[in-house]
């Protein structure tokens, strides 16, 4: 498959490298048009089944992954994926977990850690990455 996101499509994120994904919030009706190849979600319950690939990650909102090494092949996977297929992130409002995992996966394609927060706000939505331990998180990630 060598497909990938509209990069001017609402939630859609580039990347340095120009990898393209695309965050958005499950609470939210599916965005219309091209559909994800492969999903990555944020949620403390799993997700109910979807009609494309996924992946569900355990993670409570406005709290931390419970499984940081699952989290860390889970984040690499999407960026690897993202190369070649349309790759969505999502948790339930799209900002707090979906900016952490984004500004994470931000920092495996190059961004420093200090500064993946604030590449995250100004790229993707002004309010990713909600809490203090999810800033702190993303700026030891890597």
């Known amino acids: 498959m060598t497909a990938t996101w509209d990069p001017t499509a609402s939630g859609v994120l580039r990347l340095p490298s120009g990898r393209l994904i695309r965050g958005r919030g499950l609470r939210h009706p599916l965005p219309e048009g091209t559909r994800p190849d492969f999903a990555l979600y944020l949620l403390g319950k799993e997700p109910p089944a979807v009609a494309w690939e996924s992946t569900w990650l355990r993670w409570p909102d406005f709290r931390l992954p419970a499984d940081r090494t699952e989290t860390a092949a889970a984040l690499r996977e999407a960026l690897e994926r993202s190369g070649t297929e349309r790759v969505e992130v999502a948790c339930g409002g799209g900002q707090g977990r979906t900016g952490t995992a984004l500004a994470c996966i931000a920092v495996l394609d190059g961004v420093p850690g200090a500064e993946a927060v604030s590449y995250v706000r100004k790229h993707y939505a002004p309010r990713a990455v909600e809490t203090p331990w999810q800033r ?6 890597g």
Do not use: Q
């Open 136 to 141: 702190k998180f993303v700026k030891r990630f």
